[in-house]
């Protein structure tokens, strides 16, 4: 089995709705409580990342979603656990911070402002593009 098999990967989806992009604020752990994330999970085994991020959006968000392009690149979060975003459409379902302290839409203006957890950083170039900033 190679490494990369070995890596956990956790899936996050950039729900866009026209020129804004929901985001979800942490309720935990401790550390990262109040914080801002692109809204996701871990995918289990023999999963794909498709399936993995359908089924984690429509547990936190209570929504059905079409899972699109990557955005931006993997980033690692530990030496065995690996982030990957993708841009998801909303298809059917009632958005609900089921996870989360709250959610909320922002603009390309609000991206570089919002307190976002550490590894979603790395996706504000990507993100802004998509938004059409």
Request: glycine letters at 10%.
């Amino acid at each position: 089995m190679s490494n990369q098999m070995s890596n956990q990967i956790v899936v996050a989806g950039a729900l866009i709705n026209e020129a804004s992009l929901l985001v979800a604020q942490r309720d935990r752990p401790a550390e990262l409580a109040g914080l801002w994330e692109l809204p996701g999970g871990k995918v289990a085994a023999g999963e794909t990342d498709q399936a993995a991020l359908a089924r984690e959006l429509h547990e936190e968000l209570g929504v059905l979603v079409d899972v699109g392009a990557r955005i931006g690149d993997d980033v690692a979060l530990t030496p065995t656990m690996v982030l990957r975003a993708y841009r998801v459409t909303q298809t059917g379902g009632t958005l609900h911070p089921n996870d989360h302290r709250a959610l909320r839409w922002i603009g390309v203006g609000e991206l570089d402002e919002l307190a976002w957890v550490p590894a979603d950083r790395a996706w504000l170039p990507a993100l802004r593009r998509e938004l059409g900033g």
